[in-house]
């Protein structure tokens, strides 16, 4: 894992924010938030982190989604103070990190929690809870053989020694560890440090 450079923490939430509102998951309900609270989308597919009227409606809103600031959801041990960056990471790398702790993703990789584990289970047919059918990591996976690269994943830890856990990106690490020789080296990824990060 090589340090590239120290980001801000509205770097950070514009990223994540920008990713989320892509995901068929919160499209919609984030839509109709911005259109309850009057924000042109455009401050989250175009965002100016020099805007501080803009950062403020972004942490608000990663606030309601995310529990961001609030010290709830995935935010829940993550602290103001966090200190954050932006590294590049080998497969090896990849390989080791981990899922929150999420009953979904616990099942999914046989509850150690890494991605890595859950990539057999996934090519053996494993249906999550006996009824959640793992086909879109497969396709996922086959996006990655043929070349594609995702946004940038958010992972946070205590400091480069400690384990990390990914807290925006499960679906796109999986699908990496599912087709680890074919993830481009080094690939990018935002990293946040501070202390009872190991809580997440």
């Known amino acids: 894992m090589r340090h590239l450079e120290a980001i801000t923490e509205h770097e950070m939430v514009a990223h994540f924010l920008k990713t989320e509102i892509n995901s068929v998951r919160f499209e919609q309900e984030m839509l109709e938030r911005l259109r309850r609270e009057d924000l042109d989308r455009r401050i989250i597919d175009e965002p100016d982190i020099r805007n501080p009227e803009q950062n403020a409606h972004r942490a608000r809103l990663l606030g309601h989604f995310r529990g961001y600031k609030r010290h709830e959801e995935i935010f829940m041990f993550v602290p103001d103070d966090t ?20 009953d979904y993703w616990v099942e999914l990789s046989g509850g150690s929690r890494r991605a890595i584990d859950a990539a057999p289970r996934i090519r053996a047919g494993l249906e999550v809870f006996g009824k959640y059918s793992t086909e879109w990591a497969l396709g996922m996976a086959r996006e990655v053989e043929r070349g594609a690269v995702f946004p940038e994943m958010i992972l946070v830890g205590v400091d480069e020694a400690s384990v990390l856990t990914v807290i925006e990106g499960h679906v796109r690490l999986t699908a990496y560890c599912l087709a680890l020789e074919h993830v481009p080296e080094p690939l990018t990824a935002i990293v946040g440090f501070g202390p009872g990060m190991e809580r997440v």
């Not at 200190?83 to 999420?102: F, K």
């Open 83 to 102: 200190a954050w960056h932006r590294y590049a990471l080998s497969r090896e790398d990849l390989s080791r990190v981990q899922y929150i702790d999420d």
